[in-house]
């Protein structure tokens, strides 16, 4: 309006006035409905709840929705987070909040909800996070059509919730915006994502401890350029560790603790940025090679109830930033005194007994005065 002076909108044909006026009417009562749908989306959520942890004291319907607890809303209204961690929330999680088309951020963590993770959900086209850790939500995660365009999703944390069944393929088909999956402390069957990478490349993070996972670890991972962290610990998985992880030198943990892993660590310095090594409770045979001192980020190493052996290489020294060595259950022998400990600064757990005594153990290291 600040456009048009007095004199010219004077100039403008009736008709040409009244097409502008009914564009404005429907312009300002799409915004309505639009922000209706907002408000609904969350009281048909709010509906999906048994215990609301006071929620509604906050959520009145003649209240403005944007400033709702754990609501943020942009410039047009719409409704960008959902932020209601630790809340006391029972219920489930209502699929209406998939029709806010606006959502970024889902934040459901550390409540009671229980039932399905909606599929349109994980399936929306304008979620980048979402955090629903800690309930109890069961039921599987669903394939998705092929024919789903890419979706934006970021980050997935479902950890500590009853989910069961198998990962779905087509979701790495689809998440191609994919950072990180965090489905550790569930009931999860099947295998590792076999090609989690081809499709999301900028993939870095894939917990998936404390689950039923079986088979080997795919080769597929070597796809994996940018993954940072590989924690499979505490499930089913069998068979050798495949050369291939050992060229994803992006990797800076890897915990595979308590599985059925079979191998040396013969390929292991390539991985240069490691700061976590966790292969304890598994078969793995053979020494710690020279080449681990190549490993200078190193914090953590545990090598615990393996079958592992042969004298500690000298080159350990060299792993400066070592903090703790858990080798204990292994059949270890020769002499401590080959690894200078004083030169590892850091170094706050040393666990070695299993063949060797701890008389005997010692003899051999006086810790350096601390
Ligand atoms: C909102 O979501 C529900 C549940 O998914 C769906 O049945 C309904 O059609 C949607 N409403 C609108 C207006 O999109
Ligand atoms: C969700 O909220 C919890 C509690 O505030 C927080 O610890 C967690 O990091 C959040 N999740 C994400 C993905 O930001
Ligand atoms: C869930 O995982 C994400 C990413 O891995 C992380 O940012 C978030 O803090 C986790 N949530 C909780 C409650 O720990
Ligand atoms: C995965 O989520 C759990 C919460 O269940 C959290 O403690 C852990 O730090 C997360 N791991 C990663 C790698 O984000
Ligand atoms: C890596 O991805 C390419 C396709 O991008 C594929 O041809 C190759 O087989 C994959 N490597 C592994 C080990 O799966
Ligand atoms: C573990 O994997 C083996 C095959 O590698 C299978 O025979 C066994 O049933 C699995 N156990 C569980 C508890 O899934
Ligand atoms: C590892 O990478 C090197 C060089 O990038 C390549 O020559 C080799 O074939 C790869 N090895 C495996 C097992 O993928
Ligand atoms: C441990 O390794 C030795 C060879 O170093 C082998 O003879 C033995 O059978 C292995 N034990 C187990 C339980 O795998
Ligand atoms: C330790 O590192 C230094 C410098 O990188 C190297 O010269 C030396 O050979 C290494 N020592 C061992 C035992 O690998």
């Excluded at 048994?50 to 754990?70: E, F, I, M, P, Q």
């Excluded at 209601?84 to 963590?109: K, R, V, W």
């Amino acid at each position: 309006m600040q456009l048009l002076s007095r004199s010219s909108w004077n100039r403008f044909p009736i008709p040409f006035v009244g097409l502008v006026i009914v564009l404005l009417v429907s312009l300002a009562s799409h915004t309505s409905s639009s922000t209706e749908q907002e408000k609904s989306s969350l009281l048909q959520f709010l509906a999906g709840l048994s215990r609301d942890g006071g929620l509604t004291v906050s959520w009145r319907h003649n209240t403005d929705y944007c400033t709702w607890k754990g609501i943020t809303c942009n410039q047009d209204r719409k409704v960008t987070d959902v932020l209601l961690a630790s809340q006391g929330l029972e219920g489930f999680i209502s699929p209406f909040l998939g029709n806010l088309t606006g959502l970024l951020h889902l934040n459901l963590s550390r409540n009671s909800l229980s039932g399905g993770l909606p599929l349109k959900l994980v399936s929306s086209s304008s979620i980048l996070v979402i955090d629903v850790s800690f309930n109890r939500l069961t039921g599987g995660l669903s394939e998705l059509p092929s024919s789903t365009p890419p979706r934006p999703l970021q980050v997935l944390n479902i950890s500590s919730n009853l989910f069961t069944g198998r990962f779905p393929s087509t979701i790495w088909e689809v998440m191609k915006s994919l950072v990180s999956l965090n489905a550790s402390t569930n009931s999860f069957t099947g295998q590792i994502p076999t090609t989690p990478c081809v499709s999301a490349p900028s993939f870095a993070v894939l917990e998936l401890s404390f689950n039923q996972l079986s088979g080997n670890i795919p080769q597929g991972l070597s796809n994996c350029s940018v993954l940072k962290l590989l924690s499979v610990g505490y499930n089913n998985l069998s068979g050798y560790l495949p050369d291939e992880l050992f060229n994803v030198s992006s990797l800076e943990h890897l915990s595979l603790h308590s599985n059925w892993l079979e191998g040396d660590l013969n390929g292991i310095s390539k991985l240069i940025n490691l700061v976590t090594l966790d292969l304890g409770g598994n078969e793995f045979i053979g020494n710690i090679p020279e080449s681990i001192g190549d490993l200078k980020k190193l914090q953590e190493l545990h090598l615990d109830h393996n079958n592992m052996s042969g004298e500690l290489p000298t080159a350990l020294s060299n792993c400066t930033n070592l903090v703790t060595i858990d080798l204990k259950s292994n059949h270890f022998s020769g002499k401590l005194t080959k690894v200078n400990f004083i030169s590892l600064p850091n170094l706050k757990k040393l666990i070695f007994f299993s063949t060797t005594s701890p008389a005997q153990f010692q003899k051999a290291y006086t810790p350096a005065a601390s």
